[in-house]
């Protein structure tokens, strides 16, 4: 004899998140978390590399270039504006 037994999609969905692969960071978070413990590290040593390194790449300035680069949106101009600007600009 041969027993058949169902299972609903949401219980064989349960069943199955353990074996699934955790997902992976993105890179910006990443790269912000990095740079935060690498401040951290600057503040507490006395290496002047380092905080010279920390203060060219700042962790909030960073973080705010990954936040708001995607977001930024430039308005097209016409041909004529952009003639107009650049005569503007070597006068």
């Known amino acids: ?5 169902t299972v ?3 219980t ?3 069943a199955m998140e353990p ?5 992976r ?6 790269v912000e978390e ?5 401040a951290q590290q600057a503040a ?3 290496d002047l590399r380092l905080r010279a390194l920390v203060n060219v790449v700042q962790p909030p300035a960073l973080a705010l270039y990954f936040l ?3 977001q930024q949106q430039f308005e097209q101009a016409t041909l004529k504006e952009t003639i107009e600007a650049y005569k503007n600009s070597v006068a």
């Open 25 to 30: 960071v993105s890179r910006a978070t990443y």
């Open 34 to 38: 990095h740079t935060r413990l690498l």
């Open 68 to 70: 708001t680069s995607a």
């Open 44 to 46: 507490q040593s006395e």
């Open 1 to 5: 004899m041969t027993q058949v037994v």
């Open 12 to 14: 064989a969905a349960y």
């Open 19 to 23: 074996v699934k692969p955790p997902q």
């Open 8 to 10: 609903s999609a949401h």
